[in-house]
Structures are given as structure tokens and as C-alpha cells.
């Protein structure tokens, strides 16, 4: 198979999985009154930092905004990769094993301190961009043969 169609499958895989982010970080609590007060304590403690006022619900919530351009940013790169390994497959391999790692390391943050969907996700996408790291290699020696 291509690095193409690797690349392409990372791609949406990515954007699903902002798909599912943002619906986590706009999600009403579900889990009943222990979960609004936790959420309500932190909202209403403000602190300094660096000169502005914040809560800790400031910090997760702007965190998960963060999570949500990040896997939309990786989304649209990964597809503009596939594009790329068209044309040449060996451009994208740098750029590819960084996300391969990238992918790798938040997959075990997310086992250790969240839950198996984000971590099974990103696996899944780290799969997706070792297979296309070895096309890309096997496309580069296939072309110079």
C-alpha cells in the first residue's frame, strides 16, 4: 500500500478524534451533583497568573481547546502529506516519524491519565503513520531502481 492511503486514514482518524474532543470539551457534566461541584469550585476560585485573573477551569478548559486545534491542525496536515507523497513519499518520512512519536506519546498520557478511547485512537494513528513512513522508504528505493 501507499504512503498515501496511510496518511489519508491518519487524517481522518485525527479528525474524528477532534470530532470526539470537541464534543467532550462542550459536554454538560453527565456524572451527577459531585461532578457540577467540582466543576462549580473550579470556576469560582480565581488566582494571579503573570498579571491575570484565572480559575483552574480557565486552565481546562483553554487545554482542551488547545487538544481540539491541535488534532485539527494534524488533520489537515496529515492529508496535505498525502498530497505530498504523490509526488515525493521521502519529503514527508522526517515529518511523519515526528508524528508517529507525537501520536505515541500522547497515546500513553492519555492511557495513564485519562481513558482507552484517546489512547486507542491515537495508536491507531500512530499505526497509520508507521506504515506510512516504511511506503514512503519503499517508494523512495522503488524509484531509484
Not at 473550579?42 to 481547546?65: A, E, N, Q, T
Not at 518520512?93 to 500522547?106: K, S
Request: proline letters at 3%; a positive charge; hydrophobic letters at 55%.
Amino acid at each position: 500500500m501507499r504512503a498515501t492511503l496511510f496518511l489519508r486514514i491518519a487524517a481522518v482518524l485525527s479528525l474524528i478524534n477532534c470530532a470526539g474532543h470537541t464534543t467532550g470539551v462542550f459536554s454538560s457534566p453527565k456524572h451527577g451533583a459531585e461532578e457540577v461541584a467540582v466543576q462549580e469550585t473550579m470556576k469560582s476560585h480565581h488566582f494571579d497568573v503573570m498579571g491575570s485573573m484565572r480559575s483552574y477551569w480557565d486552565f481546562l478548559f483553554g487545554y482542551g481547546l488547545f487538544g481540539i486545534i491541535g488534532l485539527l491542525v494534524q488533520a489537515i496536515l496529515f492529508w496535505q502529506l498525502a498530497a505530498l507523497a504523490k509526488t515525493n513519499p521521502a519529503w514527508t518520512r522526517p515529518i511523519v516519524a515526528l508524528f508517529f512519536f507525537n501520536c505515541v506519546g500522547v497515546a500513553i498520557v492519555s492511557w495513564k491519565y485519562f481513558f482507552i478511547g484517546p489512547a486507542v485512537s491515537q495508536m491507531l494513528i500512530a499505526v497509520c503513520l508507521g506504515m506510512a513512513f516504511v511506503a514512503a522508504g519503499d517508494s523512495r528505493s522503488a524509484a531509484t531502481k
